[in-house]
């Protein structure tokens, strides 16, 4: 299979600003996905401060740190969590890894070679805000799920990631979850107020995709180091994103699917074009 061409989807899960609930949202997500069969592979790309393993309870032995320098390959540092999700952990804190050179991304791409036929779905867990590699990360997806909440803060630095991407790109499929909601007004209000001066002012398409509403299950989850999709399956917060998670499996758009290769490959292009 050429290096570009899979039916492997890969959805980038980011935020404007740290403390949305990202990642956890995105590792939930993929348990969900487990429900309709499909592989999944989490990545965790916010290569300052990950946390996927931490937050499901693994202690990682080798990291991406380990792929980029040469010392093991992306099949050697997989760890194998609840359901059969599989998880590429990044090394929190290490600075190196925030400040890629094109050789080490190049490394990057080749440890990850070969994994086309294993996965259905990568879930890329970026870093907040707008460094270069965290804009090279989402950039490289077809698909970009942005998570805000109601937060005045949080709402501003969603239009300013929504901004700096358009700038780089037009043809953008970012699809928005507004997590921590009071209701489902709160959370369409909150919607309305992105969307709308995104239309005015960047002229892009932003998707609303759904909410999470509060839940107080979800923190105690965390603090388990347990999916709360798992711990508590009949839950607020489980409710709402399996909803989400249908929307993506009944949107699944195999055109937009770029594959392990393809979507590390247009991280290290993305890199060349954003300096």
């Known amino acids: 299979m050429a290096a570009g061409f899979s039916k492997v989807r890969t959805i980038a899960v980011t935020s404007g600003k740290g403390g949305v609930g990202k990642t956890n949202i995105a590792t939930n997500l993929a348990m969900i996905f487990r429900r309709y069969k499909k592989r999944v592979l989490i990545v965790d790309l916010d290569l300052g401060l990950a946390n996927v ?10 990291t991406l740190y380990d792929v980029i320098v040469g010392r093991k390959k992306v099949k050697d540092i997989i760890l194998h969590g609840p359901d059969g999700i599989m998880i ?55 698909e970009i799920l ?11 630095d969603a239009y300013a990631m929504i901004k700096v991407l358009s700038k780089r790109r037009k043809d953008l499929n970012i699809k928005l979850l507004v997590n921590f909601s009071c209701s489902r007004e709160e959370a369409e209000l909150t919607m309305n107020k992105i969307t709308s001066v995104t239309r005015r002012f960047l002229d892009v398409n932003v998707e609303y ?37 249908s929307s993506f499996i009944k949107n699944d758009d195999v055109t937009l699917a770029l594959g392990v290769e393809g979507y590390l490959r247009r991280i290290v292009d993305e890199r060349i074009r954003t300096r």
């Not at 990044?90 to 600075?95: C, T, V």
């Open 146 to 156: 942005l998570v805000t909440t109601p937060e005045p803060t949080a709402i501003t």
């Open 53 to 62: 393993d931490v937050l499901l309870g693994f202690h990682a032995e080798y």
């Open 209 to 245: 995709y759904g909410y999470l509403l509060q839940d107080p299950n979800v923190p105690i989850a965390a603090r388990l180091q347990k999916s709360f999709v798992k711990e508590y399956p009949n839950t607020i917060a489980t409710s709402c994103l399996s909803n989400i998670a």
């Open 88 to 142: 590429v952990p990044a090394s929190s804190g290490i600075e190196e890894l925030t400040h890629l050179n094109e050789i080490q991304k190049e490394q990057l791409l080749k440890g990850f070679s070969g994994l086309d036929e294993e996965v259905d779905i990568v879930i890329a867990d970026t870093g907040a805000g707008i460094s270069s590699n965290v804009l090279s990360f989402v950039l490289a997806s077809n």
